[in-house]
């Protein structure tokens, strides 16, 4: 199956991976299903904070759609599998063999009630396997139809690597994407480099390393004549491994992610099979990363680089003393262009602001009177709202009236409901993308500081055989 994180379809398909966009910070990712035995009638159904989405309602969605909730029954789901539970306890009574001893009372009672209950239309009780029977049945019908709700929406979003690092479960600190952006960058990684990653955690590296080095599936990229990109990660926890195994194989990864359980700085980087991965760039995301260098090296038999080309390599330590201790094993081991770097992310929001009465109900404005004229209009507004809730109360006696020859009375201002339901008319002929001041700000919560970030090189080795064939070849170039 192909990763959805390299081909996706241009709808959501039962079975794919998908992201549900609630808020900014609110990501859920789902596998959606056509059906499901969860007890809902609508079939699978996702329950959020802003309403209840059934899978049917997804799938075959477009990716960025908004799709709004649903009404769903909540309490079916508890009330079909607490049946469930009953009826499977009044089967395991009903197949009891006669010589058995069968308890008096309590349970038993319970069940023979429950079973009397539930009677057919003939009013025959139903046999406990007969019932469940039925149960299942229910369970695997075809979902009925969903009705909307109504309020309530989120949008369906296609996985990437940013969404799933927005959405993923924290089994570990987290390399986000303004990090791992900016180190795919600095290690040069393209289509069909192999990279070592040593620390996989949640695996938000890995999913963003597999996708700068994707050319292909092995078979397919070994016939196009050359090789193919893979990610070769290393952990040393044996629950995460397992977790991330289970990950990388829903998520269509098998061919190019291939995780290991090790412990490098004792074990290096060697793969399962003991073989070398021969790769151009490195990632350590490791408490101590000074320990893991000495397996890194040109020199040793066992060297997990390729000799072939030179290497980068990146460090992802949070506290500056391990940066001073792993800068300092890089310069005794030969590593060249040794730099440190801090990734100081800011978001901007960018947004039209409006302001005025005539915004009042809608969202996302200020409501505020934007001039004085606006803000004097409103008070004169509710000076006659109060002289008309004044002359309801005392009569006008015959004859008296207004300068205008019509009573006080019958002067009327919009009540709150009206106004807010003429203001909505209103907005359909307006063009709020053009209303308003242009505006930018900074997020209230700035994330700065995550880690720091060591770069180095490491050349290519230059032993005495190439140095006499540099100087073989600079003699016969000047023979000719």
């Known amino acids: 199956m192909p990763s959805p994180f390299f081909h996706t379809p241009a709808v959501a398909e039962a079975g794919s991976l998908a992201v549900l966009h609630l808020r900014r910070e609110n990501l859920v990712p789902i596998i959606l299903r056509a059906s499901a035995n969860d007890g809902y009638a609508e079939g699978a159904v996702t329950n959020t904070r802003f309403g209840s989405f059934p899978h049917t309602t997804l799938i075959g969605s477009q990716w960025g759609c908004q799709v709004r909730a649903s009404k769903v029954d909540t309490g079916t789901r508890g009330r079909k599998l607490k049946e469930a539970k009953l009826e499977a306890a009044a089967r395991a009574e009903g197949s009891a063999t006669p010589g058995e001893d069968t308890p008096v009372g309590g349970a038993e009672d319970a069940a023979t009630k429950k079973r009397k209950s539930a009677g057919s239309h003939d009013g ?4 406990p396997t007969k ?4 149960t299942v049945t229910n369970a695997i019908a075809e979902p009925k139809a969903a009705v909307e709700a109504g309020s309530g929406f989120a949008h369906l979003v296609q996985p990437t690597p940013e969404s799933w690092t927005s959405s993923l479960d924290h089994r570990t600190q987290v390399v986000y994407t303004p990090d791992y952006s900016y180190v795919l960058q600095r290690l040069r990684a393209k289509p069909g480099d192999t990279i070592i990653e040593a620390g996989a955690g949640s695996g938000s590296f890995t999913h963003a390393a597999a996708r700068a080095v994707f050319n292909g599936y092995p078979p397919d990229a070994q016939v196009a004549g050359g090789k193919y990109g893979r990610v070769c990660s290393f952990e040393y926890h044996a629950p995460r491994v397992e977790t991330l195994k289970q990950e990388i194989t829903d998520h269509g990864l098998d061919g190019v992610v291939t995780l290991t359980h090790r412990d490098v700085y004792s074990q290096g980087f060697l793969l399962a099979d003991d073989s070398s991965p021969r790769a151009s760039a490195i990632f350590l995301d490791l408490p101590a990363p000074w320990k893991a260098l000495e397996h890194i090296t040109r020199e040793s038999p066992t060297t997990p680089l390729d000799p072939d080309t030179i290497a980068h390599i990146c460090t992802f330590s949070p506290c500056i003393e391990q940066v001073q201790a792993t800068m300092a094993a890089m310069r005794k ?18 947004r039209r602001e409006r302001v005025g009465l005539k915004e009042e109900g809608l969202r996302g404005v200020n409501a505020n009177p934007a001039t004085v004229e606006e803000s004097i209009g409103r008070l004169r507004e509710i000076e006659a709202k109060l002289n008309e809730f004044h002359a309801k109360k005392t009569p006008v006696k015959a004859g008296e009236t207004n300068g205008d020859g019509a009573s006080d009375a ?8 009206e106004r807010l339901l003429q203001i909505k008319q209103e907005v359909d002929g307006r063009k709020l993308y053009k209303e308003g001041n242009l505006a930018h700000r900074t997020e209230s919560e700035v994330k700065t500081h995550t880690s720091y970030l060591v770069f180095a090189i ?3 080795q230059w032993v005495e055989k190439d140095e006499l064939a540099l100087l073989a070849d600079e003699v016969s170039a000047g023979d000719n």
């Open 333 to 350: 081991a030969g590593w060249i262009e040794i730099q440190m770097v801090e990734v100081m992310n800011k978001r901007i929001d960018v």
């Open 410 to 417: 019958a002067k009327k201002t919009l009540s709150k409901a």
């Open 124 to 127: 025959s009780p139903l046999s």
């Open 131 to 134: 019932k469940v029977k039925q």
């Open 458 to 460: 490491l050349p290519m």
